[in-house]
C-alpha cells in the first residue's frame, strides 16, 4: 500500500504529516519505506534522523555526437521538442538541461552519429532509522528536471509493504510523477485563503488522476473555517486535524518529531492509518 | 531610454515561508511597480491584490500526442518507444496517450508506421494582465497536471518587461516559486536581484543553503529574509551567520505575528494592516531600496 502526503503548496506541514505516519507504522508494521520525493528540497531526513546506509547517483540519458560520423543534416535540431540540441553552423550543440532524455535525436540521427551517454541529475540516499527506510532524492543544484529523480526513487517502492510519499508541493510534473501510482492521497492544508486556493487545485490534480483522498488541516484554530465548509460542500472526509499549537511549531523548527514529544497527539495519527487501511481493503 | 527596469525576484527553498505576503507589502511600499505572480502552479497573490483583468490569453506550449483510432493498426511501435510510459493499451488492444503522462517529444508521430498519431499543440493555461491599487499585474494559471510551468513564467516575466516599458516603471516585484527546479530557474535568470525568504528551522537552514547556491550558480544577488525570526532566536543566529558565509546580505527580520493570517482573511497586504510584523517589511523596504 501507498500512501503520498501532497499538498497544492509547500510549507503546510507534508513532512510532518509524512514523517510522523512513518514512525506511527513502523509500530505497526514490520518495515515502512517512505520515500521523500520533494527533490528540490527534501527535508524528512531531518526529523527520522537515521543512519545512512547507502548512495546512489541518477543519470538520464542525453545525447552525445560523434563528430566524424555527423553529416551536419540537422534533422537532430529539427527534431528535438524541447531545443536541447541546436545545429550552430553545422556540427550540434547540445544543452544537456534542456534533454528530456525521449531518444528522439538518435532515432533520427540517419548517419548513427547520435549515442545516449550518461548525466548526472541527483543522488538518492537511504537512510535506516528502526523499522523505516528513508529514501531520499536529492536533486542537484543546477538540475532543473525532477521528474525523472523522483522516478528513480519511486523504483524502490516495496510493494508488498508500506510505503509514504512526502511529495513535492504544485500541481505540475513533479507531483504528478510522485504520486501517480499512489492507492490513496492525503491533501494538507491549512485553514486560510491561501490553503483553500492551493486544496482546489490539489483536489483537481487528484481527480483527474482518479484517486481516493482525503484532506488534512494544519494549523487549525490559526484562521478560519473556510476550507472545512469547502470539504463538507466538496464531500471530501477530513481524514485530520492538528492544532494551531506554538509546540508543534517549536518541535518543528528544531527537526524534532511530534510523535515522541507530545504523545498527546498519538492516536489522531494512529487513526489515520487505520482508516486508509480500511478504504483500501474495502475498494479491493 | 532603454532603461532596464530593477527585477526583484521573491523565492524561498521551500513553500509557505511568506514569499506571497511579502512581496505583496513590497509591491504596496513601492507604489510604482508592475507585479508579476510566477508562482504559476498555486498562484495566490491575486488573493491579496484582487486583480481587476483587462486582458486575457490562452497559452500553449508544446505538443501533445494523440492517436487516431481509426488509423491504428495496433502494432505497438509507439508503446516500444515511449520513454515516458504514456502510451496506455486497453483490454480490446486499442492504444491511447495517457495525457498526463506525455511530454509531447514526438518520437511515437515520427515512428508510427501508418501516421495514425496527431500532434496538436498542448494548451497548458491562462496567462493575464491586470490592474490592482497597487499597479499592474501580470499573472496566470496553470493548467491542472500541465507541463511546462518554466515556459510559462518566463512568458510571464517578459510580459512584465514590456509593461513596465510601456507604462514607464523602473521596479518589477516578481512572486516566485519555491525550490529550486525549472520554475525557479525560470523565474530567475537575468533578473537583478533575489530575495529569498526562510524561516528560523533547521529545514529552512537546509534549503537556504541550496537556494543561495543556485541564486550564485546563476550570478544574481541574493538577499535573505527571516520570516519568524523570533520563533527559534538560536537558529536565526545560525542562518545570519550561513548566509554570510553565503554572501547574501540578511536584508530583513520579519517577527512572528499571528495576526498575518488575519490581514490575509481580509485580503490585505501585511503593510495595509496595522500590525505589529508590518513595520519589519517597512524597515526592509527601506534598505532594498537603498541598495
Given at each position: 500500500m501507498t500512501i503520498a502526503v501532497a499538498s497544492g503548496k509547500g510549507g503546510t506541514g507534508k513532512t510532518t504529516i509524512a514523517t510522523n505516519l512513518a514512525v506511527i507504522a513502523s509500530e505497526k508494521y514490520d518495515r515502512v519505506t517512505l520515500?521523500?520525493?520533494?527533490?528540490?528540497?527534501?527535508?524528512?531526513?531531518?526529523?527520522?534522523?537515521?543512519e545512512k546506509v547507502n548512495e546512489e547517483i541518477v543519470n538520464v540519458k542525453i545525447p552525445e555526437v560523434d563528430e566524424s560520423l555527423c553529416t551536419e543534416c540537422g534533422a537532430c535540431s529539427d527534431f528535438c521538442q524541447y531545443n536541447a540540441i541546436?545545429?550552430?553552423?553545422?556540427?550540434?550543440?547540445?544543452?544537456?538541461?534542456?534533454?528530456?532524455?525521449?531518444?528522439?535525436?538518435?532515432?533520427?540521427?540517419?548517419?548513427?552519429?547520435?549515442?545516449?551517454?550518461?548525466?548526472?541529475?541527483?543522488?538518492?540516499?537511504?537512510?535506516?532509522?528502526?523499522?523505516?527506510?528513508?529514501?531520499?532524492?536529492?536533486?542537484?543544484?543546477?538540475?532543473?528536471?525532477s521528474p525523472p529523480l523522483i522516478g528513480a526513487v519511486k523504483k524502490h517502492e516495496n510493494k508488498e509493504e508500506l510505503n509514504i510519499i512526502d511529495a513535492p508541493p504544485g500541481t505540475s510534473c513533479p507531483v504528478i510523477e510522485a504520486i501517480r501510482d499512489a492507492d490513496y492521497i492525503i491533501l494538507v492544508t491549512e485553514p486560510t485563503p491561501f490553503g483553500l486556493n492551493d486544496l482546489i487545485l490539489a483536489v483537481e490534480v487528484s481527480r483527474k488522476l482518479n484517486k481516493r483522498f482525503a484532506v488534512a488541516i494544519n494549523r487549525v484554530g490559526s484562521g478560519d473555517d473556510r476550507v472545512h465548509k469547502y470539504c463538507k460542500k466538496e464531500n471530501i472526509p477530513i481524514i485530520l486535524e492538528i492544532p494551531d499549537d506554538r509546540k508543534i511549531a517549536e518541535l518543528y523548527s528544531n527537526g524534532k518529531i511530534i510523535l515522541g514529544n507530545l504523545p498527546e497527539y498519538k492516536k489522531s495519527f494512529e487513526e489515520v492509518l487505520e482508516k486508509i487501511g480500511m478504504v483500501i481493503q474495502n475498494e479491493q | 531610454m532603454n532603461n532596464k527596469p530593477r527585477e526583484i525576484v521573491v523565492i524561498s527553498g521551500k513553500g509557505g515561508t511568506g514569499k506571497t505576503s511579502i512581496s505583496a507589502s513590497l509591491a504596496y511600499l513601492s507604489k510604482d511597480c508592475i507585479v508579476a505572480d510566477c508562482d504559476v502552479d498555486a498562484a495566490d497573490l491575486y488573493l491579496l491584490l484582487n486583480p481587476i483583468s483587462i486582458e486575457k490569453h490562452e497559452f500553449y506550449s508544446g505538443h501533445i500526442a494523440k492517436i487516431n483510432q481509426e488509423k491504428c493498426i495496433g502494432c505497438s511501435t509507439c508503446k516500444n518507444l515511449c520513454r515516458f510510459d504514456a502510451i496506455k493499451e486497453d483490454s480490446n488492444g486499442k492504444f491511447s496517450v495517457e495525457p498526463t503522462s506525455c511530454e509531447g517529444c514526438k518520437v511515437c508521430v515520427e515512428f508510427c508506421p501508418e501516421k495514425a498519431i496527431d500532434f496538436p499543440d498542448r494548451l497548458c493555461g491562462e496567462w493575464m494582465k491586470s490592474e490592482t491599487r497597487v499597479g499592474f499585474m501580470v499573472h496566470a494559471k496553470l493548467g491542472i497536471a500541465a507541463e511546462n510551468s518554466g515556459k510559462l513564467v518566463s512568458l510571464i516575466r517578459s510580459e512584465a518587461r514590456k509593461l513596465a516599458q510601456e507604462k514607464g516603471k523602473n521596479l518589477i516585484i516578481i512572486d516566485g516559486p519555491p525550490g529550486i527546479g525549472c520554475p525557479v530557474i525560470a523565474s530567475i535568470t537575468g533578473a537583478t536581484d533575489v530575495l529569498v525568504v526562510t524561516e528560523p528551522t533547521i529545514s529552512g537552514i537546509h534549503d537556504l543553503e541550496r537556494v543561495v547556491s543556485l541564486a550564485n550558480h546563476f550570478r544574481i544577488k541574493p538577499y535573505v529574509a527571516i520570516n519568524k525570526f523570533d520563533l527559534n532566536l538560536e537558529i536565526t543566529e545560525k542562518i545570519e551567520k550561513i548566509a554570510k558565509e553565503l554572501k547574501a546580505q540578511v536584508i530583513g527580520k520579519i517577527r512572528y505575528d499571528k495576526l498575518v493570517t488575519q490581514s490575509q482573511i481580509e485580503a490585505k497586504t501585511i503593510v495595509e494592516s496595522n500590525i505589529p510584523s508590518a513595520q519589519d517589511i517597512i524597515d526592509m523596504w527601506e534598505k532594498l531600496k537603498a541598495n
Open positions: 520515500l521523500d520525493c520533494d527533490v528540490e528540497e527534501p527535508n524528512s531526513h531531518i526529523f527520522i534522523n537515521g541546436v545545429s550552430l553552423k553545422g556540427k550540434p550543440v547540445v544543452f544537456k538541461e534542456m534533454c528530456h532524455s525521449c531518444g528522439g535525436c538518435s532515432l533520427v540521427c540517419q548517419p548513427k552519429a547520435i549515442h545516449e551517454v550518461d548525466h548526472r541529475i541527483g543522488v538518492i540516499n537511504f537512510y535506516k532509522s528502526g523499522k523505516i527506510s528513508l529514501i531520499e532524492g536529492l536533486l542537484d543544484v543546477g538540475s532543473p528536471l | -
